[in-house]
């Protein structure tokens, strides 16, 4: 398995890394930030996508502080993944994105431009990450609890996108309206969101994996990042 590592003050994790095709130009990277389930089957396919379209794609453990390696299923190992989820720190965790994202921008191959997306709570990192720290652009699915770290919108700068689905049971209506109406001001944001779906809704063969939206979603993404980091 392609694995780089990430090195911080704190220590040492792997991430995921997958890379377009050899011979090709200086390629943007793009930070692809795990759901609760770790480096599983799903993101490296996601990471793989997103090197058949021509981007570096990397997946951080961000679980490394408490049990790293994880490769979890959705279908079997929720109690695990909820747990460890519980644990996480959210702060050391935007830490390590953002070195993850300086690490992306010097990788051999790169072009210095980065992106940052994240699926459930690499959603929320994704938005965390760009509060807080330089990306060149980033795009979050359904970010859970994003609603409660609203009063850090005012320091988005960076190109973001959000996709959430109107019937996500972990974002209800009010925290879906929550955060259109706190992102509302912002020209450099964009919300789509996508009727009739649940959380998790663009997960590779997920139980609520909806191939319509996810497909919209996901050419919506393809074109903003190419937009911002292949111009």
């Known amino acids: 398995m392609n694995r780089v590592t990430i090195t911080t003050p704190d220590g040492d994790f792997a991430a995921y890394v997958a890379r377009p095709a050899a011979g090709a130009k200086p390629a943007p990277a793009i930070v692809v930030c795990q759901e609760i389930f770790g480096i599983n089957a799903d993101l490296r396919a996601t990471c793989d996508e997103l090197a058949a379209q021509g981007f570096i794609a990397l997946c951080p453990d961000l679980f490394w502080r408490l049990e790293p390696g994880l490769d979890l299923s959705p279908d079997t190992d929720w109690p695990r993944a909820l747990a460890l989820y519980q644990a996480y720190d959210l702060d050391?965790?935007?830490?390590?994105?953002a070195v993850t994202l300086e690490t992306a921008r010097h990788l051999p191959g790169a072009s210095g431009k980065v992106g940052l997306m994240g699926y459930c709570l690499g959603?929320?990192?994704?938005y965390l990450t760009a509060a807080r720290s330089t990306v060149d652009a980033a795009v979050a699915y359904y970010g859970g609890r994003t609603n409660e770290f609203l009063a850090e919108a005012p320091a988005l700068t960076a190109p973001l996108l959000m996709h959430l689905g109107e019937d996500d049971e972990f974002i209800d209506k009010p925290a879906q309206q929550a955060i259109v109406d706190a992102l509302a001001g912002k020209p450099n944001v964009e919300v789509y969101r996508y009727p009739g779906c649940m959380h998790?809704?663009?997960r590779h063969g997920g139980a609520h994996y909806d191939a319509a939206a996810a497909r919209l979603a996901n050419?919506?993404?393809h074109d903003f990042f190419k937009a911002r980091l292949l111009g």
Do not use: E
């Open 219 to 221: 050419v919506r993404t």
């Open 92 to 97: 050391a965790g935007v830490r390590d994105v």
């Open 123 to 126: 959603g929320l990192m994704t």
């Open 200 to 202: 998790a809704f663009a």
